[in-house]
């Protein structure tokens, strides 16, 4: 069984840059990539991560105070991706 991926979306690409930086920081691993098309989001950038770093991520959030705009748990569909928004943290 795969891991289940998430993503986070942001407001500004500052945001995403900070968002990226200071999980790079702290050893995560992730994934910065353009935010799916279904995703409407101000910023084009996203970054992704896999279900083991999640609570890191929430951490880091808290932490650091840092801005996003939406988490989404990556579900997979018979080969056709889905993004379902989950509570903010």
């Not at 609570?55 to 056709?80: A, P, Q, T, V």
């Amino acid at each position: 069984m795969q891991d289940r991926e998430y993503i986070a979306t942001f407001n500004s690409t500052h945001h995403a840059l900070t968002f990226e930086r200071a999980a790079k920081n702290c050893n995560l691993k992730i994934i910065i990539m353009p935010v799916p098309r279904s995703i409407k989001a101000s910023c084009g950038l996203a970054i992704k991560f896999s279900e083991d770093a999640l609570d890191d991520i929430k951490s880091l959030i808290n932490e650091k105070n840092l801005n996003y705009s939406g988490l989404y748990k990556i579900e997979d569909s018979n080969g056709k991706k889905d993004y379902i928004k989950m509570l903010q943290i």
